[in-house]
């Protein structure tokens, strides 16, 4: 015979802890994913602002270029005056007519070779510096014949 004082057995779900430690795991990985993935988003979005930002070292203001030819001939040059603003590239063409002669800017430290009739040079530089500078052949005696000209930098 039974004992009918006996309780019924239950069925207990006994803890797991190897689901536990599973879950996370897995809830581990998926945050570690998850904030590698912003970092990357991160260091793109930052290297597409530094692209797109220009930069203002290369972006120079270029000054208006200020050309001009002057013919020398017989201890004479045309024009006798040349003017420009200051901060303008002054770019000067000297023509040589006749006899051996050359064109010297005094106050900016630049000339043309020395040439023969008919022959050419350029030189260039900024107007730097405001005020009337002489210009002049170099040639023997040619400046105190009257080879000479004015540069007026306003």
């Given at each position: 015979m039974e004992d009918s004082?006996?309780?019924?057995?239950?069925?207990?779900?006994k803890f797991n802890p190897v689901y536990v430690i599973g879950g996370l795991i897995v809830l581990g990985v998926a945050v570690a994913l998850i904030v590698s993935g912003n970092r990357k988003k991160d260091q793109q979005g930052t290297e597409a602002v530094k692209n797109d930002i220009p930069?203002?070292?290369?972006?120079?203001?270029?000054s208006p270029v200020k050309e001009f030819t002057v013919n020398g001939s017989s201890f004479d040059f045309d024009p006798k005056t040349v003017t420009v603003n200051k901060g303008d590239t002054v770019k000067i063409t000297f023509v040589d007519g006749d006899g051996t002669h050359d064109l010297v800017v005094?106050?900016?430290n630049v000339s043309t070779k020395r040439l023969s009739g008919g022959g050419s040079d350029t030189i260039q530089f900024i107007a730097d510096k405001t005020g009337s500078f002489e210009y002049y052949c170099s040639v023997s005696n040619h400046r105190d014949l009257g080879m000479k000209g004015v540069l007026v930098v306003q």
């Open positions: 004082n006996t309780v019924p057995t239950e069925t207990k779900k930069n203002v070292q290369t972006s120079a203001v270029v005094e106050g900016y």
